[in-house]
C-alpha cells in the first residue's frame, strides 16, 4: 500500500458525527443511571458527584453539536430524541437529589385538592394536627420555610393538583407531567431551529437535573413561552393571550414578555386578562396573583446574586441592600423599555423568534433580582435555542455551582444558604470574560475596513 493510499483510505475509518452522537448519548445514560441509583441506594447525591457528572455530560453534548457544526451535518432526529427521552426517562426514575423545593409542591398539592386552596394557610399551622398520614407527615416535615405561604401561581397548583390525583404525596407523577411538557417542548423548538441547536437544550443536563429530576415547575413556563412564540408567528391572538396568561401562572417572569409578544392587538389582551381571572378565580384573584410567599421572597431573600455581591464587598458599608435593588431593577426597566421601543418599531411583521432577544431580558432580570436559581435558566434557553451564544451554554454548566451552599457543603462554616465568593465567581465570571471577548472581537471586525 503506498502512502497516498493510505492517506486517502484515512478518512474512512474516522467515527462519523452518528456514532459520535450515539457514544455520547450511551455514556451519558451511564452516568444518569449511575445518579439514579445513587438517589434511591444513599436518599441522596453528593455534591461533588452531581457536579462531576453535570460537567461530564454537559461536555459530551457541547462535543456531539461541534462534531456535527464542524463537518456541517445535522445531527439524526432519531439519535437526538430517543437520547432525549431515555435521559428524561431515567430521570423520573431519580430521587430529586440536592433539593427540597417538591415537598412544597406536595404539600399546595394536599392544600388544593382537600382544602380548596393553597393560599390560605401556611404549612406550620398544620405541625400539631393528629390527622396527617405518615406521608404527609413526613412530606410536611420537609418543607422549608413553613411558615411563609406558598409562593407559587395557579398555573403550577393546577398542575400540582393533576399530580396528586393521580398519586397523593408521591413525587413521580409531577416527575412524568414535566418530562412529557418537557419533551413537546423539544418538539416545538424543532419547528423554529434546527436539530443541532435543539441538541444543546434536549441533551442538557441542567434541564434533566432540574425539571426532570427535581420537577421544577418553570419548564412548563418556557413551553407556554414557545407555544406563543408559534402562535404569533401565525397571528393567533386568541391563543397567544391564554399561553401567555398560564405562562405568567406558573411564574411572574413571563410579564417581562407580555408587551413584546402582545404588542396593540386587543384580542390577545383580552384573552390574557380573562384567562388570568378563570385560572385564579377558584383560590382568589388576589391570592392567587399576588400570594404572601411571594412578598415575603422579594423582600428578604437573596441568593446567588453576583451584582448584590460584588456591591457588598465594595459600596455595602455606604449603601443598602434596599437602595442596590432599587438601582438595579430600575435600571433593568429603562433598559428594557428601550428596548421594546426598539422592538416595536420593527412593526408588525418582525417575527418574534427571529429577532426577540429574551435571552438578554431574562439574563438581565436575574442579574437585577435579589434570587437567582439554577432553574430560572429555563426561561432563557429556549431564546438560547433559536440564537445560540456561548455565554448562554457556558452558564447553563456554571450555574449548577449554586448548589455549593452550607447546607451542602458540610463543615464549610457557612450558613444554609450562603455561598463562598469565590463560587459566584466561578458561576459568572467566564461570562463577563466571553462577553468582552466577542464585544472586542466584534469592535475589531468593524475597524476592520477602515483600515484597508
Request: with cysteine; hydrophobic share 55%.
Amino acid at each position: 500500500m503506498t502512502p497516498s493510499s493510505t492517506t486517502s483510505d484515512f478518512p474512512t475509518h474516522r467515527l462519523t458525527p452518528a456514532w459520535h452522537a450515539v457514544i455520547a448519548g450511551l455514556l451519558s445514560i451511564s452516568a444518569y443511571l449511575y445518579m439514579a441509583n445513587g438517589s434511591r441506594h444513599d436518599g441522596d447525591f453528593e455534591l461533588v458527584q452531581l457536579l462531576s457528572l453535570s460537567v461530564f455530560c454537559a461536555a459530551l453534548s457541547f462535543w456531539v453539536w461541534y462534531v456535527h457544526v464542524r463537518q456541517q451535518q445535522e445531527i439524526n432526529l432519531i439519535i437526538l430524541l430517543s437520547f432525549a427521552i431515555l435521559f428524561r426517562v431515567i430521570g423520573g426514575l431519580t430521587f430529586p437529589v440536592l433539593e427540597d423545593d417538591f415537598y412544597r409542591y406536595l404539600w399546595d398539592a394536599r392544600m388544593t385538592v382537600e382544602f380548596g386552596s393553597p393560599y390560605s394557610m401556611p404549612p406550620a399551622d398544620f405541625f400539631d394536627h393528629e390527622t396527617l398520614s405518615y406521608r404527609f407527615e413526613r412530606i410536611l416535615d420537609g418543607i422549608n420555610y413553613p411558615t411563609i405561604d406558598t409562593i407559587y401561581g395557579p398555573t403550577c397548583q393546577w398542575l400540582f393538583a393533576l399530580a396528586y390525583v393521580i398519586s397523593p404525596g408521591e413525587i413521580w407523577p409531577l416527575q412524568a407531567l414535566l418530562g412529557a411538557a418537557d419533551m413537546l417542548l423539544i418538539l416545538l423548538l424543532l419547528k423554529l431551529a434546527q436539530p443541532n441547536s435543539v441538541l444543546l437544550y434536549a441533551w442538557s443536563p441542567l434541564i434533566i437535573k432540574e425539571f426532570v429530576i427535581t420537577a421544577h415547575p418553570d419548564v412548563l413556563g418556557a413551553l407556554l413561552i414557545v407555544s406563543s412564540l408559534l402562535v404569533l408567528h401565525r397571528r393567533q391572538w386568541v391563543s397567544l393571550g391564554v399561553f401567555m396568561a398560564l405562562a405568567c401562572g406558573v411564574k411572574i417572569f413571563a410579564l417581562i414578555l407580555l408587551p413584546f409578544l402582545l404588542r396593540f392587538e386587543w384580542k390577545a389582551w383580552l384573552a390574557f386578562l380573562a384567562t388570568a381571572m378563570l385560572i385564579a378565580q377558584p383560590f382568589g384573584i388576589k391570592e392567587a396573583w399576588f400570594p404572601g410567599g411571594l412578598s415575603a421572597m422579594g423582600n428578604s431573600w437573596l441568593f446567588n446574586a453576583p451584582i448584590y455581591l460584588l456591591a457588598d464587598l465594595t459600596i455595602g458599608k455606604w449603601v443598602s441592600v434596599f437602595a442596590v435593588k432599587l438601582a438595579l431593577l430600575g435600571t433593568f426597566a429603562f433598559a428594557s423599555a428601550a428596548y421594546l421601543i426598539i422592538y416595536l418599531k420593527k412593526g408588525r411583521d418582525a417575527v418574534a423568534h427571529q429577532e426577540l432577544r429574551g435571552d438578554l431580558l431574562y439574563l438581565g432580570l436575574f442579574l437585577a433580582a435579589p434570587v437567582f436559581n439554577a432553574w430560572y435558566l429555563v426561561w432563557l434557553l429556549p431564546f438560547a435555542v433559536l440564537r445560540p451564544t456561548v455565554w448562554a451554554w457556558s452558564l447553563s454548566t456554571t450555574i449548577l455551582l449554586s448548589y455549593a451552599t452550607g447546607i451542602n457543603l458540610s463543615n464549610s462554616g457557612l450558613e444554609p444558604y450562603q455561598h463562598w465568593p469565590s463560587i459566584i465567581a466561578l458561576e459568572f465570571l467566564p461570562i463577563a470574560i466571553i462577553a468582552i471577548y466577542f464585544f472586542l472581537k466584534n469592535q475589531q471586525r468593524q475597524q476592520q475596513p477602515n483600515n484597508n
